[in-house]
């Protein structure tokens, strides 16, 4: 095998260094033998997007990065898309523990992949303690999706601001963080092509955005314990001019390649202009060990995967932590736990979740005189406010219309539409828990549909953690997760709800006493005076939007349990080379969608990281 140095590496376009390194062996169609026949998705894309195995040995051997991010979703494109604007020259390893699959978000592609959810698309790295399994409230957290893109192939593309000029919703985060986060929209906004739902240029935003605007604004007040309404502000994705759909979901997948790409033609010129990105798949982060540096301050010298160990150059390399909450401790724990006992994991907060869908007859009066389309339309508004002891909680209101297609129909035609119209919302729907099945469409036609995702704060303070857990030999898996969800929750998760109820009679206005509720137990709309919250609400028995296992504080020395300092360093490695980006380091959960904020807190690291050197952006960034 020829020697390749880290300097030819790094201009050399990567995926194209097995073909120098196998010289006359290349299979021609058929010729001399039969090529290979055991292909997979990764395979077939590492030819011109990831790094084969070739590649991969000179990067075990030769090898010399600025950064190693571990990852491959929101965190890991905010920190890399910033790094390289800064410098294109920024020589950066992403590692990804899992393959390629999907391309786009899943509710952007054809029906088949609309039954690829969660159910069948994620892992648990961690075990859950017999106390979590037997509670009666929620027993169980989201998991981990193990492919490239991570999590923003499946998830809801809400993404509130978690602070403004008139509200501040980062209760108990550092004034450190609060003072990064109120100078980071515009860039998130740009990574991750947010725009109020009012603002979307798309058909299906029509009319009834307005609406729902303008009740739950002039309504609030009759909503209780709500402090604040808006159009939703959605992650849109970009519009490709392949489809009649300007509205997309967001994915890192598509963005990440893209940048991926664009490097590469950088690195391809007669005089190079940038480095190429290596991203390596399937490729599973074990731990990391440590070594003095001068002054005797600690760094990380070598990375641990399941491909080999990786040289950290002297501490030289830096090594992003941008995976979810519970693998970037897992990790720090197997590395540096004695440094983080009584830290790492001490604190656990999330999400928890309901459903509730309504419907009601729409009037001239209730439309202000305007007409409906004759197609499709949706509406998307945020609704916030707070609870017992200033919990938070969080609504995403969908709005939903479809006209009817003839005054009469049979049975027969009716189903069929409904299975149509179950299709064409889920991939509209801002969030897929939003969409209609088949029986709450049927019938629905000419109804405005109500469906209501209300968020709630598991508060910090419970007893929910994450712990190391020495038995298990497997140092990607060996932690446990306990799960709490105490009274206070509970008596804010009832107070949502009662919310909601307020929130849709605002909503339907004149028309509420046309309001019909679904009941979650019959399966069927019903016109009842009150709803009641054990048939007409659902609560999802997962948690969502894990946070705090790794929080940050301003002074770690001052605050025992914190993990993180506020140059993204953990305790123990405050002058090291390993930087931690997640929800983890959030104090408190709040009951915002966190993706927005978790990117602009991994755009701010690499702002600090690589020096500044304005850039253009990629072509292709702007819609």
């Avoid at 899992?98 to 088949?112: A, R, S, V």
């Avoid at 009649?244 to 202009?273: H, I």
């Amino acid at each position: 095998m020829p020697h390749v140095t880290a300097e030819v590496l790094a201009v050399l376009n990567p995926h194209q260094v097995s073909a120098v390194l196998s010289g006359n062996s290349a299979n021609k169609g058929g010729y001399p033998v039969p090529g290979p026949q055991s292909l997979t998705a990764t395979s077939a894309m590492s030819k011109n997007c990831f790094v084969d195995d070739n590649t991969w040995r000179l990067i075990v051997e030769n090898g010399e990065f600025d950064d190693i991010v571990v990852g491959s979703s929101f965190c890991a494109l905010a920190y890399i898309d910033q790094a390289l604007r800064q410098n294109r020259f920024r020589k950066i390893l992403v590692l990804e523990r899992g393959g390629f699959w999907l391309p786009d978000h899943f509710q952007n592609l054809l029906l088949p992949f609309q039954f690829v959810r969660h159910d069948v698309s994620e892992t648990f790295p961690w075990e859950l303690t017999r106390k979590t399994v037997q509670g009666e409230k929620v027993s169980l957290a989201f998991g981990s999706s193990p492919f490239f893109g991570g999590r923003s192939s499946f998830w809801s593309i809400w993404s509130p601001r978690p602070i403004g000029s008139d509200f501040d919703l980062m209760d108990d985060f550092p004034a450190s963080m609060k003072e990064i986060a109120k100078g980071f929209d515009k860039d998130v906004e740009k990574l991750l092509h947010i725009k109020p739902a009012n603002t979307i240029k798309d058909p299906v935003f029509e009319v009834l955005q307005g609406l729902f605007d303008d009740y739950l604004s002039e309504g609030k007040g009759k909503i209780t314990r709500a402090e604040g309404t808006e159009p939703a502000r959605l992650a849109t994705g970009v519009f490709d001019g392949t489809s009649t759909r300007r509205f997309k979901q967001f994915s890192a997948v598509g963005p990440m390649l893209e940048l991926n790409e664009y490097q590469n033609k950088l690195a391809r010129k007669d005089k190079p202009e940038g480095c190429p990105i290596m991203l390596a798949t399937d490729t599973v982060i074990e731990r990391f060990e440590v070594e003095p540096g001068d002054g005797g301050k600690l760094h990380a010298r070598v990375l641990h995967t399941s491909r080999g160990a990786l040289d950290l150059r002297g501490g030289k390399t830096n090594v992003i932590l941008a995976t979810g909450p519970i693998p970037a401790t897992t990790i720090l724990m197997n590395s540096i736990g004695d440094k983080l006992r009584n830290r790492a994991g001490k604190r656990f907060t999330a999400h928890f979740r309901s459903n509730i869908k309504a419907r009601f007859k729409h009037s001239e009066a209730w439309l202000k005189s305007q007409a409906l389309p004759s197609h499709p339309v949706v509406a998307a508004c945020h609704v916030r406010g707070r609870g017992i002891k200033d919990l938070q909680w969080h609504v995403q209101v969908n709005g939903i219309h479809k006209p009817a297609e003839k005054e009469s129909c049979t049975d027969e035609e009716l189903l069929q539409s409904a299975q149509a119209d179950s299709v064409e919302f889920a991939c509209l729907a801002p969030d897929y828990e939003a969409a209609l099945s088949t029986r709450q469409f049927y019938g629905s036609q000419s109804y405005i549909i109500v469906s209501c995702s209300p968020l709630g704060e598991l508060p910090k303070g419970t007893n929910s953690w994450v712990k190391h857990n020495k038995s298990n030999p497997d140092v990607t898996t060996n932690v446990r997760l306990q799960i709490d969800i105490d009274k206070d929750a509970m008596a804010l998760w009832d107070q949502m709800e009662e919310s909601i109820f307020d929130a849709i009679k605002v909503v339907a206005d004149t028309q509420a006493h046309t309001l019909e509720h679904w009941n979650y137990i019959t399966s069927k709309w019903e016109a009842v005076a009150q709803p009641v919250k054990k048939t007409h609400t659902r609560r999802i028995d997962y948690l969502f939007h894990k946070a705090s296992t790794l929080y940050m504080a301003d002074d770690l020395s001052k605050d025992e349990t914190a993990s993180v300092d506020s140059n993204y360093r953990p305790h123990g490695l405050e002058a090291g080379n390993v930087y931690v980006t997640s929800a983890a380091l959030f104090p408190t959960a709040g009951s915002w969608n966190p993706t927005p904020t978790v990117c602009g807190f991994a755009q701010d690291l690499a702002k600090r990281l690589v020096s500044n050197v304005v850039d253009a952006a990629p072509d292709g960034d702007e819609d």
